[in-house]
């Protein structure tokens, strides 16, 4: 597809994205709130695991970060909604800062375990926090107010995908991709790597956050499970991952597209929409490893030998 027709299609979704409360019923603005969400999480692990090449575990540590952010300012302190997602914006980048230093000198699966068990010690020291509900929780102000919540919502994964647009197109960006592609040869040109990846952490967690802080103000209320679920870590990586890592539309693709499968099979087929993450994983990874972009780009050209050429390499 050419680039014009490229932005008109991209202008005609998002014409039909912002006109979604006026022509969509309230189940299908309640599912694009939370579709909407999972996309900028997403697109921020994308920015760590796709152009960076650091398969992170732990954003669901980032989310849990800036929910309280928004629930402990507008419970505990009396601060209004947007001053509480600042406040959780600005402290996942202080902690992806601080953080960031020590945990991205390990690589592999010594990272993912390391950022896999960052959601478990937050969720641990959250539970023994008086200020912050501790193991009960906190209850925030209801708001029956759904078109501020997607409109929000909508707002952070535009900035999420312009920033990814940016990435991809800037000599930052194209620093990520040299140490995804070969660390040590990326600093041997003189590419300051830890400043490249703690800068990507930043950026990924602070979207996270503010993710997080939304859905914490729509659901009215928090606990140390819910905001550090683990399992939300599994989602966002399939959905970027079946849509394409490192490329800009792919995580949005992915995550409406499964989103809406899901919520298909969790209406209808209870029994399956368990399994259908499980099946996603097992097709994403052995037939098409890099994503429904890839396979847009090759699949005119191979036909059905790109599907059997990725599981022979798979060896399977």
């Not at 998002?14 to 309640?30: F, H, K, N």
């Not at 390391?114 to 023994?128: D, E, K, R, Y």
């Not at 209808?268 to 972009?293: E, H, Q």
């Amino acid at each position: 597809m050419k680039t014009p027709a490229k932005l008109l299609l991209l202008a005609a979704v998002l014409i039909a994205a912002v006109a979604l409360p006026w022509w969509g019923s309230d189940v299908m603005l309640q599912f694009a709130i939370d579709a909407l969400l999972l996309a900028v999480l997403a697109q921020s692990w994308n920015i760590l695991g796709g152009y960076t090449g650091y398969a992170s575990f732990g954003q669901s540590t980032f989310y849990g970060l800036g929910a309280y952010g928004v629930a402990v300012s507008m419970t505990q302190l009396g601060w209004s909604f947007a001053t509480g997602l600042l406040v959780g914006g600005a402290f996942c980048a202080l902690f992806a800062l601080l953080l960031g230093v020590p945990v991205l000198r390990l690589r592999g699966h010594y990272f993912a375990i390391a950022t896999l068990a960052l959601a478990q010690v937050m969720n641990a020291i959250i539970s023994n926090i008086e200020f912050a509900g501790a193991n009960i929780g906190l209850v925030l102000p209801l708001l029956k107010d759904d078109l501020l919540f997607y409109e929000a919502a909508l707002a952070l994964l535009v900035a999420a995908t312009l920033t990814v647009w940016w990435i991809s197109r800037s000599r930052f960006g194209y620093g990520l991709i040299a140490i995804r592609e070969n660390e040590e040869a990326a600093a041997v040109m003189g590419i300051n790597t830890t400043l490249y990846k703690v800068m990507a952490f930043m950026i990924a967690g602070v979207f996270a956050g503010l993710a997080g802080g939304i859905h914490a103000y729509h659901i009215t209320f928090l606990d140390p499970a819910g905001a550090f679920d683990l399992t939300l870590n599994v989602k966002m990586i399939i959905m970027a991952v079946f849509g394409g890592p490192g490329t800009v539309l792919g995580p949005v693709v992915g995550a409406f597209l499964l989103s809406a499968i899901s919520e298909l099979l969790a209406a209808n087929v209870t029994s399956i929409a368990a399994l259908f993450f499980g099946i996603v994983i097992v097709v994403a990874v052995v037939a098409m490893p890099r994503g429904l972009a890839d396979l847009r780009r090759r699949i005119g050209s191979l036909g059905l030998g790109y599907f059997a050429d990725n599981i022979h390499r798979n060896k399977l």
